[in-house]
Nanobody
Framework: QVQLVESGGGLVQPGGSLRLSCAASGSSFIINTMGWYRQAPGKERELVAT???????DYEESVKGRFTISRDYTKKAVYLQMNSLKPEDTAVYYCNADGRDRDTYNRLNYWGQGTQVTVSS
C-alpha cells in the first residue's frame, strides 16, 4: 500500500518561510510526477507546483519566484520551499504523486493527508 506522508506546515507571519516535505512509501510504485496542490476555504483545489522525474517544473503563477519545488529521487520525496509568504497562501497543502505500478504498469495516483499552512500576523 502506498502512502504519502507530509510534514512542515504551520503558522507563519507574512513575509516568512516554510518548507513542506512529503515522502512516498511502496517499492513497486514508480513515480513520474510529484507535486503540491492547495485548497483554501471555499475554493477548489489548485496546483501549486509539480516536478517530473526529468526535472521539468510547473508553478502556479502567483507563487513563481517565491516557491521552489525539489525532489529527492532516492527517497521518493518532494519538497516545497515557500518564501515571502502572503496571507493569500493560507490553505491546506496536499502532496500528490503520479506514476505506475512496476509490475502491472497500471497508472497510479496518490494524495497525502494534507498539511495546514496559515500566514497571518
Amino acid at each position: 500500500q502506498v502512502q504519502l506522508v507530509e510534514s512542515g506546515g504551520g503558522l507563519v507571519q507574512p513575509g516568512g518561510s516554510l518548507r513542506l516535505s512529503c515522502a512516498a512509501s511502496g517499492s513497486s510504485f514508480i513515480i513520474n510526477t510529484m507535486g503540491w496542490y492547495r485548497q483554501a476555504p471555499g475554493k477548489e483545489r489548485e496546483l501549486v507546483a509539480t516536478m517530473t522525474t526529468g526535472g521539468s517544473t510547473d508553478y502556479e503563477e502567483s507563487v513563481k519566484g517565491r516557491f521552489t519545488i525539489s525532489r529527492d529521487y532516492t527517497k521518493k520525496a518532494v519538497y516545497l520551499q515557500m518564501n515571502s509568504l502572503k496571507p493569500e497562501d493560507t490553505a491546506v497543502y496536499y502532496c500528490n504523486a503520479d506514476g505506475r505500478d512496476r509490475d502491472t504498469y497500471n497508472r497510479l495516483n496518490y494524495w497525502g493527508q494534507g498539511t495546514q499552512v496559515t500566514v497571518s500576523s
